[in-house]
């Protein structure tokens, strides 16, 4: 099993910036990708980002050239950075992993980490 802890939310003006982590922790030789989640109030969760452990990156459309995701596989750490933030991504942000066990594959999620921001 993975274990994922979140930090790095909180509350800033609009065309600030702030960076997430996550940590992973486990069985992490199975992860295979990860990436960041988030949810807005009375939305769905929506895909943000992610990271193959080959270190290829994909985004959505509206946070392409403000965000940006990168890992570093010694401290088994996956961030987000948030530059130039809109109070559109005022959402829950969770971290998520993928795992490969054989032909079975796992989801895990962390407990999320608030971040708002203000116009």
């Known amino acids: 099993q993975v274990q994922l802890v979140e930090s790095g939310g909180g509350l800033v003006q609009a065309g600030g910036s702030l960076r997430l982590s996550c940590a992973a922790s486990g069985t992490v030789f199975s992860i295979k990708n990860m990436g960041w989640f988030r949810q807005a109030p009375g939305k769905q969760r929506e895909l943000v980002a992610t990271?193959?452990?080959?270190?290829?990156?994909n985004y959505v459309d509206s946070v392409k050239g403000r965000f940006t995701i990168s890992g570093d596989n010694a401290k088994n750490t996956v961030y987000l950075q948030m530059n130039s933030l809109k109070p559109e991504d005022t959402a829950v942000y969770y971290c998520?992993?993928?795992?490969?066990?054989?032909?079975?594959?796992?989801?895990?999620w962390g407990q999320g980490t608030q971040v708002t921001v203000s116009s």
């Open positions: 998520h992993a993928e795992t490969q066990t054989s032909s079975y594959y796992w989801d895990y």
């Open positions: 990271i193959t452990s080959g270190g290829s990156t």
